[in-house]
């Protein structure tokens, strides 16, 4: 298969999966100047007084910054692994070693489209590119895994869980969760997010 949904294989098992890309964003570019900025924040003050402060002292404040930078630096390299990924009757959200959840699709109620409005206390989010939990507004709690904390995302309902991805083949992506699916999904129209509208997809 040729497109966003390519078929892989584990070197572990042998076993093949789905892998879906997410839609394309800037979001390597914004967290890699701000982990940039940190690291300069901490660096510019220690090299300006480099003659005036212990060494050791400015030494230290570079290494905190460096520190403080780090996690952001980890999220953006790993964040070009983000796939979403059909392991058997499973779908696997993935950031690299970051992050692997793992969700039945059986469990899959839902399926929306929908523009969110994010909490600005947001726990990991950047310019094209949210990870972990969210608050949004109206909303319960979300994990994401997605390139758009906002705009166009495919919110999926599983049990009392709610997840927002953004898929770049979003008709190919739904399909293979229907095809798996041992019973019918309702997939409300875009920009519906009261969700639950009776749009029925069964297999």
Known sequence: MNGNGSPLRSKETGDYWLEFRPRPSRGRFWTTTIGLAVVLMFLIPAILAWNEAPHVLLVFLSIIGTAVAAPIFVVSWYAARMSYRFEGRDLVLSVGPL??????????ESISIIDLRVSPLASFRFPGLVLFDVDVIGMSRMRMCA?????????????????????????????????RA????RVPERGD????????ISR
Do not use: C, K, W
Request: charged content about 25%; overall charge negative.
């Open 99 to 108: 992050r692997n959840d793992r969700i039945s699709v059986d469990s899959i």
């Open 182 to 185: 041992s019973s019918a999904i």
């Open 147 to 179: 390139t758009s904390a906002t705009d166009h995302v495919m919110v999926i309902e599983a049990g009392s869980r709610r997840y927002g991805i953004t898929p770049d083949d979003e008709t190919g992506f739904i399909e293979a969760i229907l095809e």
């Open 193 to 200: 997010s009261a969700a639950l509208q009776d749009n029925t």
